[in-house]
């Protein structure tokens, strides 16, 4: 009998030096290796599993190996919950890391509340861990999309723009950054003259570019996941759009800009510094760390990650220091996470509090140009 993919767990559990058998400590981790998000999850289980293996090498958490269970969510949020459950109540797990998918973040809250399980959320929206008194288990580790839209702000702002069409998937993460957009750009004195809505399975954005392109603005800000972004930028090519493209982050996997072709050259996009890391100032404390970690993947994989890598890398790492200093317990894991303090990750340093559950400081995002296919540090 052929199972279906969400059945298959994955026990990522990886050989280590320890003297002696001791009973594992065992998460769930969640990603996306199927499905419209799937380039985002495979990537995020990579770096998890590199986490794994580093962590296991090096003698465990306090003696004991770490074992970590994967479902694949296949890009679904009704599946995540069902993989939430079956994670919780009958692997048992300590806690969860994953998805990349804010929708299937959403999706588990209310699990993960009443479960009294801690979850590291690897999607974006800020509405995840939001109001964190009444999403005490929730921590996130990427950028929200909070932090970089101020990042965009921030050139748009040094350019001199102060009117911008917005075009958003109509997806959970489109739709809360098209809500911090419309909270944001205001305040900073920028203009949203126009904003344009598309289903996450269209085939073709061009109605949307055409009412943009009749319109007089001076930038777009494009908010979208997964491929259908080369779609999007195929389309502003063709219809001959010549104003200055800003994505989200979601644009940082090399993949969808091989799909985009030269369409996608020039475009800038907030990222964290995974793609950049040889290009650091010395002085920049994630410089060593992300050479490193740059390093081990592509020996492991035989390629370079994606800064989705780094999300499920970063994951691990925090969870595994929780725990190193709280034990077992669930709510010293949270307590512990929540003391976390000037953490220097692949994605960025991180410091939680009880009133913070983003964890990301500002200084570790970046801003990045698309040139004949190629990331770099825009100017």
Avoid: C
Avoid at 53 to 79: C, F, Q, W
Avoid at 314 to 335: E, P, Q
């Amino acid at each position: 009998m052929k199972l279906k993919p969400l059945l298959l767990a994955a026990f990522l559990a990886l050989p280590s030096p320890f003297a002696h058998a001791a009973d594992p400590i065992k998460i769930g981790a969640m990603f996306e290796t199927s499905g419209f998000l799937a380039g985002l999850g495979n990537q995020g289980l990579l770096g998890a599993q590199l986490a794994l293996e580093e962590i296991n090498k090096a003698g465990g958490i306090n003696g004991r190996p770490l074992e970590m269970v994967h479902v694949n969510t296949e890009s679904d949020e009704t599946k995540a919950l069902i993989a939430a459950k079956r994670l919780i109540e009958r692997d048992k797990v300590l806690a969860l890391i994953g998805a990349m998918n804010s929708g299937a973040s959403f999706s588990i809250l209310d699990t993960v509340q009443r479960a009294e399980v801690p979850l590291v959320s690897n999607g974006a929206s800020r509405k995840i861990v939001q109001p964190v008194e009444k999403k005490q288990w929730a921590f996130l580790v990427p950028m929200t999309d909070v932090l970089v839209i101020g990042r965009i702000i921030e050139d748009l702002k040094k350019k001199g723009i102060t009117k911008i069409a917005l075009m958003n998937a109509d997806t959970a993460f489109g739709l809360s950054a098209r809500e911090q957009w419309e909270i944001m750009a205001p305040e900073a004195g920028i203009k949203i003259v126009t904003q344009q809505t598309f289903a996450n399975s269209d085939q073709d954005m061009t109605p949307q570019v055409t009412k943009i392109r009749d319109q007089d603005i001076q930038a777009l800000v494009m908010w979208a996941t997964g491929p259908i972004q080369a779609i999007v930028f195929k389309n502003i090519a063709q219809l001959g759009l010549k104003v200055p493209v800003y994505a989200s982050h979601g644009l940082s996997d090399p993949n969808i800009v091989k799909l985009a072709g030269p369409a996608a050259d020039g475009i800038k996009f907030p990222s964290s510094k995974t793609y950049v890391a040889e290009s650091l100032p010395d002085s920049d404390p994630q410089k060593p760390v992300v050479i490193k970690f740059n390093d081990a993947f592509q020996k492991k994989f035989g390629n370079a990650p994606a800064s989705f890598a780094g999300n499920g890398y970063d994951s691990v790492m925090i969870l595994a220091a929780a725990i190193k200093n709280a034990g077992t317990d669930a709510k010293a894991i949270r307590a512990a996470i929540e003391k976390t303090k000037g953490h220097v990750g692949v994605t960025g340093i991180y410091s939680y509090s009880p009133q913070d559950h983003y964890g990301l400081e500002p200084q570790s995002v970046v801003l990045l140009e698309i040139k004949n296919g190629k990331f770099e540090l825009a100017k």
